[in-house]
DNA sequence: CTCGAATCGCTAGCGATGCTAGAGTCACGA
DNA sequence: TCGTGACTCTAGCATCGCTAGCGATTCGAG
């Protein structure tokens, strides 16, 4: 009886264990680094186990990375836009943390929107894949010329462009803080 | 002496095959089926031969890929703008054929953003890549509120997001000719 | 208490990947 | 005529994601 509790007990710890040496191992050498012989190394498990917890193999754990890492972005903006009342200054603040939260986790936010295969604007998307988005509407609604939902999506694809254009080199290093200035007031013009 | 001269020819003949199937095979079945042996299958010719003329590998071939795709961005952005006086006008067929490409050829214009890695922004940035941003900026800076540069950035930056998020199914499916024209509104707000 | 069944994790291996070493073949110039 | 150099091939390496099949451990029924 007891066994079987601290089996289950293992279980859920080599769960979480898995996803977590998974990004730790991401984040210090990339996504390519992430393969299942090492993650089954670093775990102290042979291969296959990966498979009892994943049955979807590499892809679902990466997945599983990806919903963390969205938690953890509703978080973040969730408490930089915290008791701002003026809504430019809550979009600013908004922005900048996006922002700063892709570059300080390229690989997770890599594994968000590019690596990962996770359901989206869809019946089954999973809780904080939603509840990321709803802070980025809720925020970015007083300044929302028309529609919210509509808004936020052109914000949201506003921030994430110069994230992932940013961060593949594809803007001037420099000038940063300008570009994140200069959309915020275009998001936030009509305030 | 001419056995030299159709060498040549041949060579660079090949070099375009095998940057023309990478290309079909990718936009086809997916970056993840351009394989060096389907690919050296294709042009009829061993694997090692690719590296004859990249010797840089896979990757070098996803950039020249990529490079193609930006000329052929710059030339379908330019074609969309020219004759466009008013500049909101303008700004809109910019979008307009700007989302149209990303949609129409997914695989290439993730190898353009994604897959391949190439300089940018930098001394060594290919030509393409440089006009592809001259257009951009030249349609968008009438609308630009300041620095031109930064706003055609930033203008990038939305029409990117939007793409990609909604390539990935980010974003509802239905609702983008209003994403569109809401993004336009944001961008040429200042006529 | 014993023993069959089920669960668990392992070793070993499959097909496929990107890439390269070495040998063989051909046209050219001395 | 024959050696040289450029080309292309076959064969193979290390690694990848993933899985079949076996041995061990634990549980529950008799």
Redesign the pocket.
Known sequence: ?A??ER?ER??AE?HRRIVAIARELAEEQGWDA?????LAERI??????L??HFP????EIVAAVAVEGFAELATALRAAVEGRREPADAVRALGSAYLAFAAAHPALYSAMFESAALPFAREDTPAPLREAFVVVRDTLAPAAPGDPDRHAEVGWATLHGLATLGRAGRLPPDGAADRLAHAVDLLAARG
């Open positions: 009886m066994v079987r089996r293992e279980r080599r992430v393969t299942t012989r090492r102290e498990y042979s291969q296959p186990v498979y009892g979807g193999g590499k892809d």
